[in-house]
């Protein structure tokens, strides 16, 4: 789904969709403010190649679009959707970077649309208006105590800098954020479907449910 960029809608469709965003709002509402301790280190090892991590327990599976032609030792580089706690619903993003000995992170870039500013306005507006946003990382997903769900990708380094390429495409098009019509799962799911992955239809679940869909449809 797209983001509103121009034109004036109805008073009908805002009807509709202030009827929407207020549904949203109650699902945040009901959302559990504390922040859960988690334990689930992202650089252990994974002899497959793809790794899911839900509610901190760790699942190994093969994954359905493995390319036979690569071998493991290629695999340098990964991209790692996440989904993380928050005082409201959550958040979705990415980690993209280098793989070090032990599958350990080397390096990584977080990437995920989010409103601008740490400002609590923009995002409360954003659940009726499109807003301005940023689409790097945001308060909290650094921090691995806070991560309720992860599902990663190994690649090597021809298919890593194609991805960046695309990932900076989709950054540069400043996609304004909105809670119903495009908000931070929608973004990954844009970054996944370029790789060629599954993605879930409805961007509207929880973060930590859009992860483990995400990692279902695609074998893991």
């Given at each position: ?173 400043s996609p304004a954020w909105h809670a119903v019509f495009y908000n931070c799962n929608a973004f990954v799911g844009d970054i996944a479907k370029k790789m ?25």
């Amino acid at each position: 789904m797209q983001a509103l960029s121009s034109g004036v809608p109805s008073s009908r469709h805002w009807v509709r969709c202030l009827g929407v965003a207020a549904v949203v709002l109650a699902l945040g509402a009901c959302a559990p403010d504390d922040k859960p301790d988690l334990a689930s280190p992202a650089t252990s090892p994974d002899p497959s190649s793809a790794s899911f991590v839900g509610s901190s327990v760790a699942r190994s599976a093969e994954a359905s679009r493995a390319r036979p032609s690569t071998t493991r030792s290629e695999q340098t580089h990964y991209i790692e959707f996440r989904s993380r706690s928050a005082a409201s619903y959550g958040h979705t993003f990415a980690s993209v970077g280098k793989l070090g000995p032990g599958d350990r992170i080397e390096t990584t870039e977080i990437v995920g649309l989010h409103p601008a500013t740490e400002s609590v306005l923009p995002w409360m507006i954003g659940h009726v208006l499109p807003v301005v946003s940023e689409t790097g990382a945001s308060d909290g997903d650094t921090e691995e105590v806070y991560w309720t769900a992860r599902y990663r990708v190994r690649m090597n380094q021809q298919r890593y800098d194609d991805l960046m390429v695309q990932i900076r495409q989709l950054q540069a098009s400043s996609p304004a954020w909105h809670a119903v019509f495009y908000n931070c799962n929608a973004f990954v799911g844009d970054i996944a479907k370029k790789m060629g992955l599954k993605t879930p239809e409805n961007t509207l679940l929880f973060p930590k449910e859009y992860i483990e869909e995400l990692a279902s449809l695609n074998g893991a």
